[in-house]
């Protein structure tokens, strides 16, 4: 059945652009890419940071609110008594034209009412501490219009935990500055902070609001604050309570006129000994040459080119040409877009992720570097340091850490066995991409203790070792708190809905609880391992892990294996899950995806075997579920994933992030049809086209979970953005589908199609080379035959790297 469309791609102008502003759930998109950052819905709901959501949150906003969505960046025009906003929100005036459209870190909304046209550019310019607003007014009709502009945005007091809960402080702290048309912000400026923010407009006003009660009125709402809707601001000072910033302008604008405004929203820090001008007056020199870096449209529109240009470079990296708009779409920009901001977020902000519970994760971030690699190295590389940096002497690390201060999270911990595996699959991504071994040699802290250092390398061996240490009675290994499910918790045994399932392990003494998913992420990325010894010439070290991949393989087939797919584990007691003889959850996608791509008992048939089994029993028409039959009620022996309704989240939901598994084990053993299909049914531009209404969320970006067979709205997704997911989906269609896989020598070319699939080129940057790529499946799924290099045949699939341009063509 068709459904209800909200939006359209717009590929020339990588654009989203939403049509109605009643979307099923808020539309965001991200603005910034270093430092400074934004979340902006298409109602242009949302709020900015300065690097953490947590720690230093600039502007205010509620969660889970009524209506939904409120609190953002808001202009309020009046016009002769009728008040509209731009983005509809909050005042919901019917607009008689509305658009939003979301680019590569930049928003634009426009509304039109009574023959005025109000549109905003939304972005934060590279290397600035700022997000730009441009707001261009224009009188299309044919009378002078006499508009009352109001801007607003409402203050967080910093600590955006502490900012939702200890009233009886925060009410007594909020300071604020106005200095002409600046606002300032200076809660805590006093004592320990160095840092302040500010809202500015390049324009004179005729008046301003500072405190939230005075220009909303208490009992009213943001659809109507009282200095809107009388026309007249309160020119209020904040002391304490809620501060706010809000200027006032009055503009006359002739038919057929158009006037710009900028608007900045500005961070600021200041040394110790500078932070004042005069007692108590903040130091406002670098607010002042700030606002003068982005003071004219002129200056603001050159910025918002080197965006636009900077995303151009971005993009130009890795270019598909199929034919088929809704793969070039997804691979060319969205998909790359998507890497980006999981990149840049972790899990931390997004409109399911608070911004408070959450820093960067170990695991997430190392998978999210295999989508981000390319794009900028340099970034990635700081970033597996920074990682890395979190590990014990062990091998064992936290779980996650805070990206301002970049220390691990003690309220989390660690205990997670999955997580170190995950360092050596971000490294090896860096060095392929890049060719830089230098990394290895790096000197890397444990847990951040200075005189702790060790290389970087050395790294990598620990984590593979705390593996080999930590096996269990199967001799598979143990899964600690969790593996990559955060949801199975073989040791935590919890009847007291107070404790926290990743953080309670009420029992772990004498376990013998063990992962079948940590066996295959060993495996696979333990041979990564093995040919980086290999190629560094550390050839014993090589053959010490060969000899533990081996250990493992026999391990897997030997008490890993169920018959007609890989088990998923073994509980406390050395039961078995993920298995035939079970009640429910008979069979668990996770140990498909990875003893699949581990090829573990392949000559056996046992990959094809499971393969099948995820077709059969795991796939439905939105993808593949997590486990199946779903859980019905909660097992005390496995934790959160039987807490789950069913069909929902681990519970047996379509959790997006690890149908790529799935997809590349069935790349490598070439049915590429089989992972079209299953590729297909998760991209979101076939969902787009068919689910809008049904889907909910964000139909550019992958979600983290869409409802399975087992819900009550099978197909509804819910967690968008910051997922895996991005990453995941990347690699496995730019690698192993389309099959350019970048490699220490070059790169490999071995794609794996569905037989419908016709010539493709795929433009590659790598390293100081630029490589067209042109492939000829001639009906073929998998199996390249010849492939030539600047007319030259090359033996084997690895094209050899050398700088400059290069010509290949690829007949299969
Ligand atoms: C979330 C977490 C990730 C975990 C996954 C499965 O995506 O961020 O770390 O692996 O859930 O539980
Ligand atoms: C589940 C969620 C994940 C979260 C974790 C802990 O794994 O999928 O997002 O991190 O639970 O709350």
Same mark, same amino acid.
């Given at each position: 059945m068709e459904q209800k469309r909200y939006g359209h791609f717009d590929d020339e102008n990588r654009e989203y652009v939403i049509t109605d502003p009643k979307t099923p759930w808020p539309w965001i998109n991200y603005l910034g890419n270093e430092d400074f950052?934004?979340?902006?819905?298409?109602?242009?709901?949302?709020?900015?940071?300065?690097?953490?959501?947590?720690?230093?949150?600039?502007?205010?906003?509620?969660?889970?609110?009524?209506?939904?969505?409120?609190?953002?960046?808001?202009?309020?025009?009046?016009?002769?008594?009728?008040?509209?906003?731009?983005?509809?929100?909050?005042?919901?005036?019917?607009?008689?034209?509305?658009?939003?459209?979301?680019?590569?870190?930049?928003?634009?909304?426009?509304?039109?009412?009574?023959?005025?046209?109000?549109?905003?550019?939304?972005?934060?310019?590279?290397?600035?501490?700022?997000?730009?607003?441009?707001?261009?007014?224009?009188?299309?009709?044919?009378?002078?219009?006499?508009?009352?502009?109001?801007?607003?945005?409402?203050?967080?007091?910093?600590?955006?935990?502490?900012?939702?809960?200890?009233?009886?402080?925060?009410?007594?702290?909020?300071?604020?500055?106005?200095?002409?048309?600046?606002?300032?912000?200076?809660?805590?400026?006093?004592?320990?902070?160095?840092?302040?923010?500010?809202?500015?407009?390049?324009?004179?006003?005729?008046?301003?609001?500072?405190?939230?009660?005075?220009?909303?009125?208490?009992?009213?709402?943001?659809?109507?604050?009282?200095?809107?809707?009388?026309?007249?601001?309160?020119?209020?000072?904040?002391?304490?309570?809620?501060?706010?910033?809000?200027?006032?302008?009055?503009?006359?604008?002739?038919?057929?006129?158009?006037?710009?405004?900028?608007?900045?929203?500005?961070?600021? !820090?200041?040394?110790?000994? *500078? #932070?004042?001008?005069?007692?108590?007056?903040?130091?406002? %020199?670098?607010?002042? =040459? /700030?606002?003068? !870096?982005?003071?004219?449209? *002129? #200056?603001?529109?050159?910025?918002?080119?080197?965006?636009? %240009?900077?995303?151009? =470079? /971005?993009?130009?990296?890795?270019?598909?040409?199929?034919?088929?708009?809704?793969?070039?779409?997804?691979?060319?920009?969205?998909?790359?877009?998507?890497?980006?901001?999981?990149?840049?977020?972790?899990?931390?902000?997004?409109?399911?992720?608070?911004?408070?519970?959450?820093?960067?994760?170990?695991?997430?971030?190392?998978?999210?570097?295999?989508?981000?690699?390319?794009?900028?190295?340099?970034?990635?590389?700081?970033?597996?340091?920074?990682?890395?940096?979190?590990?014990?002497?062990?091998?064992?690390?936290?779980?996650?850490?805070?990206?301002?201060?970049?220390?691990?999270?003690?309220d989390i911990g660690g205990g997670f066995n999955d997580d170190p595996c995950w360092l050596i699959f971000g490294t090896v991504a860096y060095i392929k991409e890049t060719g830089d071994f230098s990394i290895l040699d790096e000197m890397v802290p444990f847990d951040n203790q200075p005189g702790s250092e060790v290389t970087l390398f050395e790294h990598l061996k620990v984590s593979m070792d705390h593996v080999i240490n930590n096996l269990g009675p199967h001799m598979l290994p143990l899964i600690g708190r969790a593996d990559w499910n955060d949801c199975l918790n073989l040791n935590c045994f919890s009847w007291d809905p107070n404790e926290s399932f990743q953080t309670t392990e009420n029992v772990s003494e004498g376990t013998k609880a063990e992962s079948l998913m940590i066996a295959g992420l060993f495996v696979v990325t333990a041979k990564d391992y093995v040919a980086l010894c290999q190629k560094i010439g550390k050839t014993e070290e090589a053959a010490r892990m060969q000899q533990a991949v081996d250990a493992m393989i026999d391990a897997v087939k030997k008490?890993?294996?169920?018959?007609?797919?890989?088990?998923?584990?073994?509980?406390?007691?050395?039961?078995?899950?993920?298995?035939?003889?079970?009640?429910?959850?008979?069979?668990?996608?996770?140990?498909?995806?990875?003893?699949?791509?581990?090829?573990?008992?392949?000559?056996?048939?046992?990959?094809?075997?499971?393969?099948?089994?995820?077709?059969?029993?795991?796939?439905?028409?939105?993808?593949?579920?997590?486990?199946?039959?779903?859980?019905?009620?909660?097992?005390?022996?496995?934790?959160?994933?039987?807490?789950?309704?069913?069909?929902?989240?681990?519970?047996?939901?379509?959790?997006?992030?690890?149908?790529?598994?799935?997809i590349i084990g069935e790349c490598l053993a070439g049915r590429g049809n089989d992972a079209w299909s299953h590729y297909a049914k998760i991209l979101p531009s076939y969902v787009e086209e068919k689910y809008q209404t049904l889907h909910k969320v964000e139909p550019y970006v992958n979600c983290q979970m869409v409802a399975g067979k087992d819900a009550f709205r099978p197909g509804e997704g819910k967690n968008s953005w910051l997922t895996g997911t991005a990453a995941w989906m990347w690699y496995t269609v730019s690698e192993f589908i389309l099959g350019i896989k970048p490699d220490y020598d070059g790169i490999r070319i071995d794609p794996c199609l569905p037989e419908t699939a016709g010539d493709y080129t795929v433009q590659r940057k790598f390293r100081d080379a630029q490589y067209e790529i042109t492939i000829h499946p001639n009906g073929q799924q998998k199996g390249v035959k010849q492939i030539t290099l600047d007319g030259q045949p090359v033996q084997g699939t690895v094209i050899p790297y050398s700088a400059g341009k290069h010509t290949v063509e690829v007949t299969m």
């Open positions: 950052f934004s979340l902006i819905s298409n109602t242009a709901g949302g709020y900015s940071f300065y690097k953490d959501a947590k720690f230093r949150r600039i502007t205010r906003y509620r969660y889970n609110n009524v209506p939904m969505d409120n609190g953002g960046r808001y202009f309020y025009i009046n016009d002769g008594g009728t008040v509209w906003n731009p983005g509809w929100k909050p005042c919901k005036t019917p607009l008689d034209f509305y658009e939003c459209r979301h680019g590569m870190s930049y928003t634009r909304i426009t509304g039109r009412k009574n023959g005025v046209e109000a549109s905003v550019l939304f972005f934060v310019p590279l290397k600035k501490w700022a997000e730009v607003q441009k707001l261009t007014l224009t009188n299309q009709s044919k009378e002078v219009k006499q508009l009352k502009l109001f801007s607003f945005e409402e203050w967080c007091l910093w600590n955006a935990a502490t900012d939702m809960e200890n009233f009886q402080r925060n009410f007594s702290t909020g300071e604020v500055e106005i200095e002409n048309s600046t606002i300032y912000h200076k809660t805590e400026y006093r004592e320990r902070r160095n840092h302040y923010a500010f809202y500015h407009v390049n324009t004179e006003i005729q008046g301003y609001d500072t405190d939230r009660e005075t220009f909303v009125g208490l009992y009213n709402e943001f659809a109507n604050p009282e200095a809107v809707m009388e026309g007249k601001p309160r020119n209020s000072h904040a002391h304490g309570w809620s501060p706010i910033a809000s200027h006032y302008i009055e503009v006359t604008l002739q038919p057929g006129e158009s006037k710009d405004f900028i608007f900045l929203l500005g961070y600021i !820090e200041n040394a110790q000994d *500078e #932070k004042f001008q005069a007692p108590q007056v903040i130091n406002k %020199q670098k607010a002042h =040459a /700030l606002i003068a !870096e982005l003071d004219t449209t *002129e #200056k603001v529109d050159k910025a918002f080119q080197e965006l636009c %240009q900077y995303w151009d =470079a /971005l993009l130009n990296i890795y270019k598909v040409n199929t034919g088929n708009p809704k793969l070039d779409r997804m691979v060319n920009i969205w998909n790359q877009y998507q890497c980006m901001v999981t990149f840049n977020f972790s899990r931390s902000a997004s409109f399911f992720e608070s911004g408070i519970g959450r820093g960067m994760g170990f695991r997430d971030s190392n998978q999210d570097l295999v989508g981000f690699v390319h794009q900028i190295p340099s970034r990635a590389r700081q970033r597996i340091i920074d990682i890395a940096s979190t590990q014990f002497p062990d091998g064992g690390c936290y779980h996650q850490y805070q990206p301002l201060t970049k220390r691990g999270n003690n008490h890993g294996w169920d018959g007609e797919w890989y088990l998923r584990a073994y509980d406390f007691y050395g039961r078995k899950i993920g298995s035939n003889e079970c009640d429910e959850a008979k069979i668990f996608i996770e140990s498909q995806g990875w003893c699949t791509m581990a090829e573990i008992g392949a000559e056996d048939g046992m990959v094809a075997k499971s393969l099948d089994s995820c077709k059969k029993y795991l796939e439905c028409e939105h993808g593949m579920v997590l486990n199946n039959p779903a859980f019905t009620k909660y097992i005390y022996e496995y934790g959160e994933i039987s807490s789950y309704p069913e069909g929902y989240k681990e519970n047996a939901g379509i959790f997006c992030h690890n149908n790529p598994w799935v």
